[in-house]
């Protein structure tokens, strides 16, 4: 099957959405935004913790090859928001310092930015959490920080009257979470922009002619039961389009562009600088039962540690199964761990790594997705910092044990607790030693103001072809070193309305 329009969107996460309901303003301009993952409403989720992995990639299998990191990435219309907590942070300023400093970035200055949030937030619906709004897991969290001297803020999300039920990593039955679904996309619809669901896109077509990219070409997958249909049959799919946005993320967007053999040579930072921020957690078994997984997910969260050691500590909320993938252990241990889960809390360590070039996306000789990441010596420091810091914090509330990963044993008892340093080590950083989750990767295509380190420049635009613009995570030179969704937001809401106002010359 053949189809054509004046823009097609490939991904419809934060970063597709913002730029199909943006886009959508131009009147006459057709539009078609696809998602390899089904459209899947509300009324649909059903708060079954495997079943709902059916909205991640991977069904959440994801992993870097040496099998070191897991990458949560979603596979759904939506994107990420369909099954984010919605933690809504700003970059700091010492990031856009970078991208404009190191990367050249121009047009993302603070005051760019701050428009972008704003136009965001007059679309979307944020809350600030109050101590109203603590379960056990943010109640004694900011106890351990207060107790410790230690400053927290009330975190802001993307909810609206959040009831605090605990799923919201298997999407939010009760449309409390203010996501893609209810605010960006059916204000494209309204506004005649298709929908195709389910196409998985395998490569941008370039028409070398008129030397553009000229569409994208893939197939759609059957629609799982419960689902919206689709507006198309199953089976092979192009679509010509005379712009092509990509907007599948971190991962996919240079893995298609990749994939793409048609295309010229985009340039040799295609696929490399991949950013991961990892969401490191730890459990805490405390000597009672506590509600983790019941209440508002994350409330509050301490950047102390931000401007000196670029981590950020946040409680967090695993059900059982990802509980069990994070905590180290094997046999009978970790069977009698998972007796006691009512009795964990659970942490997180938000922290990036540093952009490197050795850091990649690349295609196996299967044609599969692979990402190839080494962390950088100062990565692990930095990491290292803040797990010794939530175990002091958690031991300093009573705990018993701290899971954490890079020790001896992947946890530390109470007895360890005046010899943290020694216990909780780089030298225990190795690959396969413990789980790492990313639910935060960048980079991969990202923008800048030299061809030779970047694919994109500020806008968007592909620096070596016309017709091919990035709007999504992967544009990002260096990590936003807390959660990124706002920014990503932002960002792409920048990139779309400079699109929208060259859209004619764009269009040629
Ligand atoms: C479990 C979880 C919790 C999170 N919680 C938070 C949080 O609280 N706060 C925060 O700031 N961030 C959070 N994030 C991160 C945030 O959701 C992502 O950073 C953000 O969604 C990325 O936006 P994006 O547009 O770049 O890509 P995505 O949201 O990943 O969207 C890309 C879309 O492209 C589609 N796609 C991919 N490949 C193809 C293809 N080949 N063909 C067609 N379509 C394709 C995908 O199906 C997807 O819908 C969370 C992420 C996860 C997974």
């Keep these: 099957m ?106 993302f200055t603070r005051g760019d930015l701050d428009a972008g949030y704003e136009r965001v937030a007059s679309n979307m619906f944020i809350t600030e959490h109050t101590e109203e709004d603590w379960n056990d897991n943010n109640r004694l969290f900011v106890e351990a920080c207060t107790g410790n001297n230690i400053g927290v803020e009330n975190l802001k999300r993307f909810v609206d009257k959040c009831i605090g039920c605990g799923f919201c990593y298997q999407g939010c039955k009760y449309r409390r979470k203010v996501t893609m679904l209810n605010t960006y996309l059916p204000k494209a619809f309204a506004n005649g922009v298709q929908l195709i669901s389910n196409f998985h896109v395998n490569e941008v077509l370039y028409d070398p002619k008129t030397k553009r990219a000229s569409g994208v070409k893939g197939v759609v997958k059957p629609t799982p039961p419960l689902a919206e249909r689709n507006s198309v049959p199953e089976g092979s799919l192009e679509i010509n389009a005379r712009l092509v946005v990509m907007a599948a993320g971190a991962i996919n967007t240079p893995s298609i562009l990749l ?11 295609l696929g490399r600088f991949v950013l991961m921020q990892n969401a490191h957690n730890v459990h805490i078994l405390m000597p009672y039962k506590v509600s983790m997984i019941r209440g508002i997910p994350k409330a509050a969260s301490t950047k102390e540690f931000l401007d000196s050691h670029r981590f950020v500590i946040a409680p967090a909320q695993n059900h059982p199964i990802a509980t069990a993938n994070d905590v180290t252990g094997f046999g009978l241990n970790w069977k009698h761990l998972m007796r006691y889960f009512h009795n964990l809390l659970q942490w997180q360590v938000i922290c990036g790594d540093d952009p490197h070039f050795t850091n990649y996306v690349y295609l196996d000789s299967t044609g599969k997705t692979n990402v190839r990441y080494l962390y950088s010596p100062d990565y692990i420091e930095r990491q290292i910092a803040g797990l010794r810091t939530c175990a002091r914090l958690a031991f300093s509330i009573g705990a018993e044990r701290v899971f954490l990963g890079p020790t001896k044993n992947g946890y530390v008892t109470n007895r360890n607790m005046n010899a943290l340093d020694h216990h909780i080590h780089r030298k225990y950083f190795s690959p396969g030693r413990f789980s790492l989750t990313t639910a935060h990767p960048q980079g991969g295509c ?38 990124p969704v706002y920014t990503i937001l932002a960002a792409t809401t920048l990139i779309a309305l400079r699109t929208k106002e060259d859209i004619d010359k764009l269009l040629e």
């Excluded at 053949?2 to 996460?13: Q, T």
């Excluded at 994939?259 to 930072?269: C, W």
Aim: charged content about 20%.
């Design 2 to 107: 053949r189809l054509s329009a004046d823009v097609v969107i490939v991904g419809s996460g934060p970063g597709g959405a913002v730029m199909a309901k943006e886009l959508s303003e131009i009147a006459g301009l057709s539009i078609i935004l696809v998602d390899a993952g089904p459209y899947v409403l509300e009324r649909y989720y059903q708060q079954l913790e495997l079943k709902m992995t059916e909205l991640f990639w991977e069904r959440g299998n994801r992993v870097t090859d040496d099998l070191s990191t897991q990458i949560l990435q979603a596979r759904c219309v939506g994107g990420g928001t369909v099954v984010y907590t919605g933690t809504a942070h700003k970059v700091p300023d010492f990031v856009l310092n970078d991208w404009a400093g190191r990367w050249r970035v121009e047009g």
């Design 446 to 483: 990202r923008m800048g103001g030299n061809p030779k380190h970047s694919i994109v420049n500020s806008n968007g635009r592909a620096h070596r072809i016309n017709g091919l613009i990035v709007s999504d995570a992967s544009i990002f030179p260096s990590p936003t070193h807390v959660n």
């Design 259 to 269: 994939r793409s053999k048609s295309l010229p040579d985009l340039g040799a930072a």
